[in-house]
Structure formats: structure tokens, C-alpha cells
């Protein structure tokens, strides 16, 4: 049964269910709120941004790694993951890190890459965490990095290089998540 309010009525109703919602949120002409400030809102004290984390390596992104380092490794691992030996980032590398690396993902035909946990070695150079993951299988691993400076690098500018790439045993996406099932800290460094 539908009703029928009159002119007044349907003002009385929209009056009401304006006053009811302002007080509802606490929203008024008078009232005194205000936003909360930035700092509360952005870290801008120190504070690191929380990047995403993977099961098997666990937080993504730069870590402790320069933006620089940050920037060579992600090319490193989308060379690897195309398949392009030819790529600038392994013109310095020794040959036998190139073939074991191309052949151990190449045979995992990888649809996406994850890399994170960039930490700086005590001998100077950048490690960062691996993970080749295709359709059923994934491979984890280990990406050392190094700077070479201008002296060292026989060219005019310093540069990247790949010092070392360390790789575990294929294993089934079944496999990962029956491992770490229960397990809440299965991150660690692999060498």
C-alpha cells in the first residue's frame, strides 16, 4: 500500500532524515571537525613504507638497496625472465652465472617475477631475494649485485654488475603451499 504525503509532509520527512544523518556522522554548519594531520596520515618521520610480502621470500621492494641497485636488479630479472643473454646487465658477468641462470629459469618458463628483500652484503655488494613463478612451479633464489667505480670498470662512469645469482631446485606451487602452511617466518637467506 503505497502512501501519499502532502507537500508539508514530504518537507517534514527530508528536515528530519537531514537531521538525523547529521548528527548520525557528527557533521554540522557548527561543528568542530577537523582532518587529521599529515603526519599521522605519512610516515615522515623515518619510518619505512610497508611493501607487500610474498610467502616464500617475503617483503618486496628496495629493503635497504639504493633505488639505483633497486633499478639494475629489476632489469636483471626481467632479462632473465624474456630470456635475452644479450642484455646489457650481464655484459660484465662471467659466462658459467649466465648459462646456469638462463638454463634453470628457462626451463621454468616463468609468467612473472617477484623480487625484494635488497640488503646491503658486508662486502659491499647488494643482495636482493628472488622468485620465478610460472603456472604450477617456482624457483627461489638469491641476486647478488655489485658497483664497480670508474677505475675499476675501464669505462668513464661506474656501474652495476651481477656478482652472483644463486638458485634452489624447481618446486610445485602445491609444494610451497603445503611447506609453508603453518610457517610464519620461512624467509631466510639462502647463502
Known amino acids: 500500500m503505497i502512501k501519499r504525503f502532502s507537500r508539508k509532509g514530504k518537507i517534514a520527512i527530508c528536515v528530519t532524515l537531514c537531521v538525523w544523518l547529521t548528527t548520525l556522522t557528527g557533521f554540522s554548519q557548527d561543528s568542530s571537525f577537523h582532518a587529521a594531520p599529515n603526519s599521522l596520515r ?32 629489476r632489469s636483471v630479472v626481467s632479462a632473465l625472465v624474456d ?6 646487465a650481464f655484459a660484465d658477468s662471467a659466462s658459467h652465472i649466465t648459462d646456469y641462470s638462463f638454463e634453470k629459469i628457462g626451463s621454468l618458463a616463468p609468467r612473472t617475477v617477484r623480487l625484494g628483500g635488497g640488503r646491503i652484503e658486508p ?29 675499476e670498470s675501464g669505462s668513464g662512469a661506474g656501474r652495476w654488475i651481477v656478482d652472483d645469482i644463486s638458485l634452489e631446485n624447481k618446486r610445485t606451487l602445491a609444494e610451497i603451499r603445503e611447506i609453508y602452511r603453518f610457517n610464519f617466518s620461512p624467509f631466510e637467506r639462502f647463502f
Open 123 to 151: 662486502d659491499g655488494s647488494v643482495s636482493f631475494l628472488t622468485r620465478f613463478i610460472s603456472l604450477e612451479e617456482s624457483v627461489s633464489g638469491e641476486l647478488f649485485i655489485r658497483w664497480l667505480d670508474a677505475s
Open 83 to 88: 630470456g635475452r643473454r644479450d642484455a646489457p
Open 42 to 73: 605519512r610516515p615522515d618521520r623515518g619510518e619505512a613504507p610497508r611493501y607487500p610480502t610474498d610467502l616464500v621470500i617475503g617483503a618486496l621492494g628496495r629493503g635497504e638497496a639504493s633505488e639505483g641497485a633497486y633499478a639494475f636488479a
